[in-house]
Structure formats: structure tokens, C-alpha cells
């Protein structure tokens, strides 16, 4: 486990497989509603205020943001809100990193060549695909080979994480060549 503090208001808590394995969670599990989540993060938040050589209190406001790592593993990115107003209910937040991501390829010979490539998979995850001028972009929903896919896609363009909106963007901004399952339609 790494820890940093690069502000006051910021932690970064690195972990490895090894520590997710230990602390008895994976990130796949992570759900702040659940007491095992709220366990593993006090339990975190424990050890960094222990590193960092302060008190951090787990009934603070805070953002926790978690981000996947090969191998099991994750980081936490905690960001202290300020202070604790009136009316404002105290609670934290866990922002998983987004499963859904737009990959832009620069040709359409190289979108062949990805989609190309996946023809072995059992379930092809919903997507979009998008023009504007010699650019393409493949908006990917919500999957549960995200990151494997992400790697894969990251060979053949250029990859980033979205929500809906940008979903959203792409679809009103850029050409819809394939609105929907534009993975299988290219595969045929």
C-alpha cells in the first residue's frame, strides 16, 4: 500500500492485488451502501492518517473516487470537502471510474482491424459508432471486460473514459453510422 497526501485535502491510497486481498474486497465490489465498503475504507483511511501522521476522520465529507489497476489491485483518490455546512447532509461519496469509454480511431481501416479482432468474443458489449470528418469514434457501454477492452482498443486508437454525456455529445455533434450493436454490425 502507497500512500500520498499531494495537498490537505488529498490522499491517494495505492493498492495492490495483494492489499484488496488482504483488506478482503475487490473493486468490483465496491459499494458504499454496503458495510464491508464503509469497512474497507475507514480501514484505509485508518492507515493513512496513521502514514501521514494525522487524524483522519471517516465521518468527514469527502469524495472517494476508485480507480481499477491490472492485477486486482486499486487506487483511492480521497478529496476532504470543506467544512460542514448547515443543511448539508454528511456523507461520502464513491465514484467508480466509468466503465463505459469512446475509443477515436484516426482511419477506418484501423476501427476494422479492432472490431476485427474481438469476432472470438461470446458477447459483443453494446456500442455506437460516430464520423466526423476522417475521425471515428466507438462509443462502448458499460461491459463487464472494460478494462481488458480498453487495452485492446488502446492498440488501435486513442481511448478514454465517458459517461453519458459524452455519449450523448458524440451522438449529436459527430454522424451516427451505427446507432446501436455497432461492434456486431462491423463484424459481419
Not at 63 to 92: H, S, W, Y
Not at 100 to 127: K, N, Q, T, V, W
Amino acid at each position: 500500500m502507497k500512500i500520498n497526501s499531494p495537498a490537505d485535502d488529498r490522499i491517494i491510497v495505492d493498492l495492490t492485488g495483494q492489499d484488496m486481498q488482504e483488506l478482503d474486497i475487490t473493486y468490483e465490489a465496491m459499494d458504499y451502501s454496503t458495510i464491508e465498503t464503509r469497512r474497507f475504507i475507514w480501514t484505509v483511511l485508518d492507515q493513512a492518517g496513521k502514514a501521514l501522521g494525522r487524524e483522519l476522520d471517516p465521518s468527514r465529507r469527502m469524495i472517494i473516487e476508485a480507480v481499477p489497476k491490472a492485477g486486482g489491485g486499486c487506487v483511492l483518490n480521497f478529496t476532504m470537502l470543506d467544512g460542514r455546512r448547515a443543511g448539508i447532509t454528511q456523507k461520502q461519496i464513491l465514484k467508480k471510474q466509468s466503465e463505459s469509454f469512446i475509443c477515436e480511431f484516426d482511419s477506418l481501416d484501423a476501427l476494422y482491424r479492432a472490431a476485427g479482432g474481438l469476432s472470438s468474443l461470446e458477447a459483443m458489449p453494446e456500442s455506437s459508432l460516430y464520423k466526423s470528418g476522417e475521425k471515428f469514434r466507438l462509443f462502448v457501454a458499460k461491459s463487464g471486460d472494460a478494462r481488458f477492452l480498453k487495452q485492446y482498443f488502446s492498440e488501435f486508437g486513442s481511448v478514454e473514459d465517458c459517461g453519458k454525456l459524452s455519449g450523448a455529445f458524440a451522438a449529436e455533434h459527430w454522424k451516427t453510422l451505427i446507432g446501436q450493436n455497432a461492434l456486431e454490425e462491423l463484424n459481419r
